[in-house]
């Protein structure tokens, strides 16, 4: 380390034997601010009682130069490869999650194929430019510095050539607020009210049906399969984190199996809830969204929606969902101590479904409102098909109905 005295009498210390070109790059910026000649001395001072290997490739440039190839890679292959699902999150997934709405459609085009290609170019061309200005103006290419300190061209150019590309970010991500904020007319509102920690939903256009979600937990399920004195049995005793360990280990084949009181269908660990919601397919939803205690925010990111729940206040988003399936959102703002639990789960299914799912809620048959989105959107087991197609026909749908909606 050396210590460069600077001309506002500060000293910039240096690591000389890493970053030497940073060192004749100093001296030359300061000089450009008067006492030139002096200063340069003192560098150039400096400069020669460094390690003989000044102005080589150092082993770390060369790392740093690999490191950039090999970053610059992996990020341009992380954008190119589609890691998500469609209303979920996978493991090791780095983009966003699949789209089945118009706008979310447009906000993985604007980040996936323009704005981070924009930031790979910038962060490759600045590294190149620092690892040639390293190489070219170390002591040994460069000894005797420059003492050029204006260039007008090239002052122009990096300053109008950021200008226009800030230009080129701002007019698509201007397009893309306007159609997330411009309200088409809907065919269906949702109310959505934050709590800690669950949802609470009204639909006013349908026989202001309620629905509360709220996250099926590992104890839940382990309680559904063993009963509740089972439950105790083999639990009872533990605290703390023990229990909460024994809880998640106990629980991991439920999720993927779980007991008959949730219908069959695969759950999902902090995703799935007791009660989802649904909506048609191809409607143009409204959710009006509010909260009953803290800020909390209603996201589905396969939707492109995210809105904040404030007390007091009604917020709103909206959006028309393309694509039949259950897509999975969480709370998206910091809201205390069980955040992470009060995930959003919406099923889009048919209008004949949904029909049928609106008679089942307001009959608050919640089982049968679970297996009617079940058979709706996912493969279900004859064993559960049976029962859950059990009654239906009351409502107008048959079983030969539940079958062509499976198809
Ligand atoms: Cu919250």
Not at 237 to 248: E, I
Not at 333 to 359: E, K, T, Y
Not at 385 to 403: K, W
Request: glycine content about 8%.
């Amino acid at each position: 380390m050396v210590g460069i005295k600077c001309v506002d009498r500060s000293y910039w210390l240096v690591d000389t034997l890493h970053f030497p070109a940073f060192v004749t790059g100093g001296a030359e910026i300061r000089a450009s601010h008067g006492q030139v000649e002096r200063r340069m001395t003192t560098t150039r001072t400096i400069l020669t009682r460094m390690p003989s290997k000044v102005g080589q490739p150092t082993p770390l440039l060369r790392t740093m130069l690999l490191g950039c190839v090999i970053g610059a890679a992996a990020l341009a292959g992380t954008t190119l490869m589609a890691h998500a699902a469609a209303g979920q999150p996978v493991s090791g997934q780095i983009g966003l999650q699949d789209s089945v709405t118009q706008v979310m459609d447009q906000i993985r085009w604007f980040h996936n194929s323009w704005v981070n290609p924009i930031i790979i170019a910038i962060t490759i061309f600045v590294m190149g430019l620092m690892a040639y200005a390293m190489w070219r103006f170390s002591e040994k290419s460069n000894p005797v510095p420059s003492k050029l300190t204006h260039h007008t061209g090239l002052e122009v150019a990096w300053t109008v050539i950021p200008i226009f590309i800030l230009i080129m970010i701002a007019v698509p991500s201007f397009k893309l607020l306007f159609k997330e904020y411009e309200f088409p007319k809907p065919d269906l509102t949702i109310k959505a009210t934050g709590n800690a920690w669950f949802w609470d939903y009204e639909y006013p256009d349908n026989d202001k049906i309620k629905v509360t979600a709220n996250m099926i937990s590992d104890e839940e399920l382990l309680e559904a399969k063993l009963g509740k004195d089972g439950y105790a049995k083999q639990f009872g005793a533990l605290t703390g984190v023990q229990l909460t360990k024994a809880l998640y280990q106990e629980s991991k084949p439920l999720w993927l199996n779980p007991p008959e009181k949730y219908a069959g269908g695969r759950l999902i660990r902090q995703l799935s809830v007791d009660n989802e919601i649904a909506v048609p397919v191809n409607k143009v939803v409204h959710v009006l969204i509010t909260s009953n205690d803290v800020i909390h925010s209603w996201t589905v990111p396969s939707f492109g929606s995210k809105t904040q729940a404030v007390p007091g206040r009604v917020t709103a988003t909206w959006f028309q969902a393309y694509k039949e399936g259950v897509y999975y959102g969480q709370c998206s703002v910091l809201c205390g101590r069980n955040h992470s639990s009060m995930p959003i789960a919406v099923r889009v299914v048919s209008d004949q479904a949904f029909a049928n799912w609106v008679a089942a809620v307001k009959a608050r048959d919640m089982k049968k409102a679970r297996g009617i989105l079940l058979a709706a959107t996912e493969g279900i087991e004859p064993r559960s098909f049976a029962e859950l197609t059990t009654g239906l026909q009351t409502d107008g749908l048959t079983p030969s109905d539940v079958s062509e909606t499976l198809k």
